[in-house]
């Protein structure tokens, strides 16, 4: 049993709830157990909604999956279209992708990167560090950020749009395209989409850079407070190339401990299940993946930008790779582990991505129109798996003889950190709640740690066959008088 999951005498305790969390995609709600003296006894990170993708998508055509999963998310759909589609590829029989499709492929998913790193940080995030954990909550949002940092605000702004720029003329539009089909792609890039792109990212490059030293910044003045913030130590997964970098479309499982000893190292993430297992907890629709061979009080793992880029040896691109090595100084060569860290990692990462893309944009097979592989034979099982902004994202499949989905399994990027997220609150918890008098700020200080996962909860939820469910019966005090748990 994890400290401050389950409450000893839970009847004797005052219950304070968090519901909705704010500024998340999707709903979730905390809540927390305290005694008179308000020391806390519980918290939990509750999903409350229910998707049932995995249900869903059973019956359904496999040509459909790529399409009909983006539903599951308007923030990232393009992860999972990626995802469904490289599962796709091998069910359909096609063999590797052509030069260009691959790069097509790419350089839609770097596009999601930037955008939704920047929606994240700049629109989510940024309200709380720019404007302060405890500021009045009436303008602790975009649009006090836009009021005290206009120049800001319209970078944050700005570079959401180039990325959805780029995934509309890879996609064909900006939110569920349909440009990845099993075998390749469905749309050529160009000559005067590529020109359109080029013109502007290096001043994407330029103002990706500038986020992340603004972050680095806030650090050096106060890190007392940025690094150990929900300070815990975790094991950290992602996936890798042969060579160690991270790449964020293809490559090998790899996790390492706290200290960053490897635990394993290319995985092939079709056998995922010989290294991962999934586990069901009463109070909550999400599942929690840990490492098998470590098993659940001692595998569970962090994924997305802190967790792989220290998961990974370095960064393919020079400018990215200096901030990475810049801010891993601050753990002497170990891994560092404060929960405001995400935001750093995740800025680097939009550089990275913003990089990638400039390369991609100078690379004459961009162009080409060769977009579709050899096909051969058939198959009836195949898991797909890509970096997604919040983390590492894997759609597995089984279709019969008819074209029919028969099965499907989503290990959501915010499922694998679900562990991790219960850890980053009741960390803050003990260091900011623990026998105080319970504010709004102090309260905010636990939402500043789910969001700083950028947790997208309605992707997550899919539970369908052991759904959990509990029925409280509380008085008009919030005292809990009767509790009833199935699942």
């Not at 030069?99 to 709380?128: C, I, N, W």
């Not at 939820?461 to 009833?484: F, R, Y």
Request: glycine share 8%.
């Amino acid at each position: 049993m994890f400290a401050l999951e389950t409450a000893a005498h839970p009847e004797n305790l005052r219950r304070i709830a968090i519901d909705p969390v704010t500024r998340v995609e999707g709903h979730g709600k905390v809540t927390l157990l305290l005694d008179e003296n308000n020391k806390v006894h519980q918290v939990r990170l509750h999903i409350v909604e229910f998707r049932g993708f995995e249900k869903f998508i059973e019956g359904r055509p496999y040509w459909e999956v790529p399409v009909t999963v983006q539903r599951l998310c308007g923030i990232c759909p393009v992860s999972h279209h990626l995802a469904a589609v490289k599962a796709m590829d091998q069910i359909a029989g096609y063999g590797p992708l052509t030069p260009t499709a691959e790069k097509l492929r790419r350089l839609m998913h770097y596009g999601q990167m930037v955008q939704s790193h920047a929606v994240h940080f700049f629109h989510l995030a940024s309200p709380d560090i720019l404007l302060g954990f405890d500021s009045d909550f009436t303008r602790r949002n975009i649009v006090g950020v836009a009021l005290d940092h206009p120049e800001i605000a319209k970078q944050g702004v700005l570079l959401r749009k180039y990325g959805q720029e780029v995934i509309r003329h890879t996609a064909g539009k900006r939110v569920h395209g349909t440009g990845a089909i099993p075998g390749g792609m469905n749309k050529a890039l160009s000559l005067a989409e590529r020109d359109e792109m080029a013109k502007d990212i290096d001043q994407m490059i330029a103002w990706s850079l500038g986020a992340v030293h603004m972050v680095k910044q806030l650090h050096e003045t106060n890190p007392g407070f940025y690094n150990v913030f929900g300070e815990f130590r975790s094991n950290m997964m992602g996936l890798v190339r042969p060579d160690g970098a991270l790449d964020f479309y293809h490559g090998a499982l790899r996790a390492v401990d706290a200290d960053g000893g490897t635990i394993f190292d290319q995985v092939d993430y079709a056998t995922y299940q010989q290294v991962l297992e999934e586990e069901i907890k009463p109070w909550s629709y999400m599942k929690f993946p840990h490492i098998k061979s470590l098993g659940a009080e001692n595998g569970w793992y962090k994924v997305g930008p802190l967790g792989r880029v220290q998961a990974a040896s370095f960064l393919s691109t020079p400018l990215a790779e200096a901030e990475r090595q810049a801010m891993m100084a601050l753990g002497g060569g170990k891994p560092v582990h404060g929960t405001l860290m995400y935001h750093w990692a995740r800025l680097i990462e939009v550089v990275h991505a913003a990089e990638m893309i400039r390369d991609l944009l100078n690379d004459p097979e961009i162009l080409g129109l060769d977009l579709m592989a050899d096909k051969g034979p058939r198959r009836h099982e195949a898991v797909g798996v890509i970096e997604a902004p919040r983390g590492t994202l894997f759609h597995h499949y089984r279709v019969d003889d008819d074209d029919l989905v028969t099965y499907c399994n989503l290990i959501v990027s915010t499922t694998n950190n679900n562990q991790a997220m219960n850890e980053a609150v009741r960390t803050v918890a003990r260091q900011y709640l623990d026998g105080r008098v319970i504010t709004e700020g102090l309260l905010n200080h636990i939402e500043c740690a789910i969001r700083a996962y950028d947790p997208c909860l309605s992707c997550a939820t899919h539970a369908l066959g052991k759904m959990p469910m509990t029925v409280e019966l509380v008085d008009p005090a919030g005292q809990v008088i009767s509790s009833l748990s199935k699942g």
